[in-house]
Every structure is written in C-alpha cells, then in structure tokens.
C-alpha cells in the first residue's frame, strides 16, 4: 500500500527524494490536524423518533445528541440549511429564511458552542436536500439559489460550506457558466477560501471525467471528494495507479472529504453495522473488502498532498465526515430501530477508524523525517 502511494506521489506531485530515498524530506512539515464531523443526516429529531418516546423534546434531544457527539470524539456536525432551521424551529422556508437568520443563528451558534463542536454547512443550489422530485433549472436559477443560501450559510459562522452544485443534465458550456458564475459569487459572500463543491451524483460534479476537466478550466474550484458517487457512476472501483493523471489534478483540490466507504454498485457498504458499535470485516464480501483498501489508499494519498501544499492551504485542517447514511444508502433490516442503532454504529466506527489511520501515517511521516510536527487530535 505504501509503495502504490510513493509511486503515486513521483508520478503525479513530483520527485523530491533527497539522497536517502525518501520523498519529501526537503519539506517542512506543516502543522495539520484531523477534523472529524458528524453529518445529521439520519440523525434528525421527528415524532417517529425514538427521543420523542423518551418525552424528548425537539430542543432537549438535540442538546442531548450534540452532548454525546462531543464526549464521542467528534470535532464538529455537518449540516444542511434547513436541518439547521429544523433544529431550532421545527421547520424552514426558503421563503422566510431571510427575516429568521439572526434568531436561528443566535441559538444554532450557542449550541455549537456549549459542546465546542464546529460546523460544516451544507448548501444546495436546487432540489433541496433531495426532498420532493427533481425539477430543471437554468444555469440562472441555480445561481440565483446559490447566492441566497451563502447568505445564509455565511450567517452560521461554518468553517467549510459543501455545495451540492448545478445538475448532471448541464452541458460542458452550461457547467463552465456556472462555475464562474459561482465564483464570483464566492468572492462577493467573502467565503472562497470555506467553500468546496461536492462530487455527488446528480450534480455537475457526478463523474470524474467531467471533474476533470472544469478544474482544469478553474484554478481556484476546490471540490468536496466523495469518491463513492464516482465509483457508483463508473460502476467500477479505480485506484490511483490506475488513473495517475486524475488523481494528479483532483487531489490538490480536495478541501474537504465525505468518507463514506462505498462499491461499484452500492454508495454505502454495509460490513461494519452492527448493534454493539464494532465492526467484523470477515463478514465482508470480497468487493467491499477491496474498497476499504481503495478508499483508505486514495485517503491517505490525499493528506499527502495537503501536506506539500503546505501549512497555510485548507487552515492546516483536514476535514472529514463519515457520511453514512439512513435508507435507502443503508441496506434496510426491515426494523426502524435496529437501522438507527446500526447507522449510528456505523459512523462511529468510521470515525475511530480514521483517527487511526491518520495515527499511523503521521507515525510513519515522523520515522521517514526525523521529526513529528503533525497533530493528531
């Protein structure tokens, strides 16, 4: 696995080998931590909860949740707009979202503070949070819906904003419209250096080709890397001895990563669920036992790159969120209640499962240097 990753980093960042063979050696090693969030996606309180049979309010559970995603480990919660009006308020519209952004804020902001956690705004130029059928935009409307929610999203005080952006029916002249379009946007709102737009299906961003080419076309687009959506729409896993030019571009634009471990056929593999919050990967198949090692190369080849861009690129953080997800991602038991005890299993495994990874390769960057001056939190 190392050596796929030396290879990887000669062909794609370059040799910078000193004369012990080691790459990297003649760069200083900038100060990053591992930021881990928690998405609230099958998280969310309703009246079907299982909180609201415990009399839980909507308030009580949500300051119950953060408590325990805080004393879990987590560093922050990633969140959609209207997730976060839906915590505080019960429900959003777009409609009056303007005139309730400061009382929202002001109690969205106090939670996050009184269990120190960050947050990751979620942000969606149409089809909100993939709820109701799809509907065709102009470039024009999506822009205009993009303008609005940074306004609102730069009210939340978020450290990264992920953009679910445009629509996989957008021409190569339609997406390149909308890029620039959405950077100039950016700029404006003061949120260029927090905003990475994601690689999901249905966006413009759904398959690695078309990715490609637009961030060669933009120096300064930085992308949301869920590779499981890729390999979904390819119906195949790739490596990065596969596909060295792809991942040469791709990488160093990476501000923020979904890790959601996932197959040729399925976004979400399903191995690691279970009711008592560890994971047997014997009973993995043989497919999904190959991506763990895909996905966990591609991962670590990414904190590679951050590390040659240097201390000041991505705020020295390396931002990733478990994102697995409820039905009909998870692969359903039948049983509401077992699927949210397993859902949240799963996330929880993830996360510990990349705090050790991050462990070893900052131990291994140390042992190659001579010195450790990455964090690991």
């Known amino acids: 696995m190392l050596r796929m990753i030396r290879l990887f980093e000669r062909s794609c960042l370059g040799d910078k080998t000193d004369n012990r063979g080691s790459l990297f050696q003649s760069t200083p090693l900038p100060t990053m931590q591992l930021k881990v969030f928690r998405s609230l996606w099958g998280l969310e309180y309703s009246q079907e909860h ?51 952004i400061d009382t929202v804020a002001d109690a969205f902001l106090a939670l996050l503070s009184k269990n120190n956690l960050q947050y990751i705004c979620g942000v969606y130029t149409s089809w909100d949070d993939y709820i109701g059928p799809w509907q065709k935009r102009t470039v024009a409307e999506h822009t205009a819906q993009y303008k609005s929610q940074l306004a609102i999203a730069r009210a939340l005080k978020p450290v990264r904003i992920n953009v679910h952006s445009g629509s996989d029916d957008f021409t190569l002249e339609e997406a390149v419209e909308f890029f620039a379009s959405a950077q100039d946007l950016e700029k404006d709102a003061g949120v260029e250096r927090l905003v990475s737009h994601e690689t999901h299906r249905g966006r413009t961003l759904y398959n690695p080709w078309t990715t490609q080419i637009l961030l060669a076309k933009f120096p300064n687009l930085h992308i949301t890397l869920d590779i499981s959506h890729w390999f979904v729409v390819v119906e195949r896993l790739f490596s990065l001895e596969a596909y060295p030019d792809l991942f040469k571009v791709v990488l160093p634009r990476v501000r923020h990563v979904h890790a959601r471990m996932g197959t040729s056929q399925h976004a979400q593999i399903t191995f690691a669920t279970n009711a008592s919050a560890t994971t047997n990967a014997a009973t993995a198949s043989e497919e999904e036992q190959e991506a763990q090692k895909v996905f966990e190369e591609i991962w670590r080849a990414w904190w590679e790159s951050l590390r040659t861009l240097g201390s000041t690129f991505n705020d020295k953080m390396a931002s990733m969120t478990p994102e697995y997800g409820p039905p009909p991602y998870q692969i359903s038991s039948g049983d509401v ?40 939190e």
């Not at 996330?347 to 964090?375: C, E, H, P, Y």
């Open 50 to 100: 299982p909180a609201a049979n415990s009399k839980l309010s909507r308030r009580e559970y949500y300051e119950h949740l953060f408590s325990d995603l805080r004393a879990l480990g987590y560093d922050g919660i990633e969140a959609s707009i209207s997730d976060v009006w839906i915590l505080v308020n019960g429900d959003y519209s777009a409609a009056s979202a303007n005139a309730e």
């Open 337 to 376: 209640a077992r699927d949210g005890t397993e859902l949240w299993a799963m996330a929880n495994w993830q996360k510990g499962k990349l705090r050790d990874l991050f462990a070893q390769w900052v131990t291994g960057i140390g042992r190659t240097s001579g010195k450790d001056t990455l964090l690991c």
